[in-house]
């Protein structure tokens, strides 16, 4: 089974700070997701990265595939408090397997 | 469009007791997936299906069973409930493994 870790697990900070969330596996990934999920509801995907070393934007959020496809990392500009939530990453795996395996998340608390 | 619909959204168990956790979804998918999420932590997958008829079990399939005879029908069996199966569980549907997954709103376990 493929491990992700995401890091930091627990990130506070104040409105208008930057910030980067890693997520890092060992293994090979043949895409990688990125989700927020807010308290009592599902995740809901902010992207989808496939290309090693590809770079999307998201408004001011900055999705990075590694060019080994083995990690990824989120940066998001000038927080702000609508951005508060549990981000995970989500690798595929390639292959006959089909699974899709989480991260152990970055709880973000963005103060106003 | 109702997407990816859960039942129950809440349920208590006694140990040693069992219960079906219902998933349907209106969106042809393919791909269908059982997720459990524990109190500030990542989502870790039990069992997941590439299509009517196949199942395969994922990183924590223990204790659990599922089956898939219709497209849009995943149910998650608990055979003989256990405290360590309180948790949040959480239905997913996509076209498949590395598409955009639909998040049902989850059912809340608590195994007493």
């Known amino acids: 089974t493929q491990l992700l870790e995401q890091s930091p697990q627990f990130l506070s900070i104040q409105e208008g700070e930057n910030l980067t969330v890693y997520c890092n596996s060992s293994?090979?990934?043949?895409?990688l997701q990125w989700y927020r999920q807010e308290p009592g509801e599902g995740p809901v995907l902010l992207v989808t990265?496939?290309?090693?070393?590809e770079v999307k934007k998201l408004k001011r959020l900055t999705f990075q595939f590694g060019d080994a496809r083995k990690d990824s990392s989120l940066h998001i500009t000038a927080a702000q408090p609508g951005d508060t939530g549990l981000y995970l990453c989500?690798?595929?795996?390639?292959?006959?397997?089909?699974?899709?395996?989480f991260g152990t998340g970055t709880l973000l608390a963005v103060q106003p | 469009n109702a997407g990816v619909t859960q039942t129950p959204k809440f349920q208590v168990l006694k140990t040693g007791q069992s219960m079906t956790l219902q998933c349907a979804q209106d969106m042809n998918h393919e791909y269908m997936s059982w997720y459990r999420q524990d109190p500030g932590m990542g989502l870790r997958l039990i069992h997941y299906s590439v299509g009517a008829g196949i199942t395969d079990q994922g990183e924590v399939p223990n204790g659990y069973n599922v089956s898939r005879s219709t497209t849009e029908d995943f149910p998650l069996r608990l055979l003989s409930a256990a405290p360590s199966q309180t948790s949040v569980y959480f239905c997913a549907s996509a076209l498949r493994v590395n598409q955009p997954q639909h998040f049902g709103d989850g059912t809340r376990l608590s195994i007493l």
């Open positions: 990265v496939v290309t090693g070393g």
């Open positions: 989500a690798g595929a795996e390639g292959g006959a397997t089909n699974k899709l395996i």
């Open positions: 293994s090979v990934f043949s895409s």
